[in-house]
């Protein structure tokens, strides 16, 4: 784990997870992408199998997992399949509740192996380490500079949803709210003109992408494959 990189930011605790969130650099001539990728926006988002089962793990257990979101930037191929540009990847990291309950407790968690199989799989055991970096370089094994992140958890307060990087859905298709924190510890800089969230205007097009994760997330929050 120590290939991970540790940035050193000031640090936003929100509902367990560490969130590092800076907006981007003030530029005259906005350059967004510096991943050396082709710049990408999708009309809509696929949703695997797996991350819908993430999903509703994180929703009968939402004291004890949060969930980290992934979005892949191009076609990427990780150590247990290919995946196509545009695949919402989600998956359960364990908060302090559920680190508390010890290592003989078993949570559910799946990886994808393509749209419809899944591998069994643990969460990720803390929030010590970025943890969509964690996610794509360690579990995924995939190239993590092709991805942008987020995080998700209960609703946050009225105050910390006021947050330019903080989101309450009110309800998803499931009929239950969630709490979205648009960084991403590690991914989102090459992608955002150097801001570690997702913006919430037009800048490097994060509104959209906002709106494209919300409805993808209704996908994910109706139920297993």
């Not at 367990?16 to 967004?32: K, V």
């Not at 076609?75 to 680190?99: E, S």
């Not at 979205?180 to 959209?208: D, M, R, V, Y």
């Amino acid at each position: 784990m120590s290939v991970l990189s540790r940035r050193k930011f000031v640090t936003i605790s929100v509902g367990g997870a560490s969130a590092l969130c800076f907006a981007p650099a003030a530029r005259a001539t906005e350059q967004c992408v510096s991943s050396g990728l082709a710049d990408f926006l999708p009309n809509s988002l696929t949703v695997d199998c797996a991350s819908r089962r993430n999903f509703q793990a994180f929703r009968q257990n939402p004291d004890y997992l949060g969930l980290v979101g992934v979005i892949n930037m191009s076609l990427v191929r990780g150590g247990l399949g290919t995946y196509q540009a545009g695949n919402l990847f989600l998956f359960p990291w364990l908060k302090p509740k559920g680190q508390a309950l010890g290592p003989m407790r078993t949570w559910p968690a799946v990886l994808p192996a393509n749209a419809t199989l899944c591998v069994n799989s643990a969460p990720i055991p803390n929030a010590n380490f970025a943890l969509d970096e964690y996610y794509c370089r360690i579990l995924l094994k995939a190239p993590w500079t092709y991805f942008i992140g987020f995080q998700l958890d209960q609703p946050y307060s009225a105050d910390d949803a006021r947050l330019a990087w903080l989101t309450n859905v009110d309800k998803l298709a499931d009929g239950r709210g969630v709490g979205i924190c648009w960084c991403g510890g590690n991914l989102n800089f090459a992608w955002f003109a150097g801001s570690s969230w997702i913006p919430e205007n037009q800048t490097c097009s994060g509104h959209a992408w906002r709106r494209l994760i919300v409805t993808a997330l209704n996908q994910a929050s109706v139920g297993a494959c």
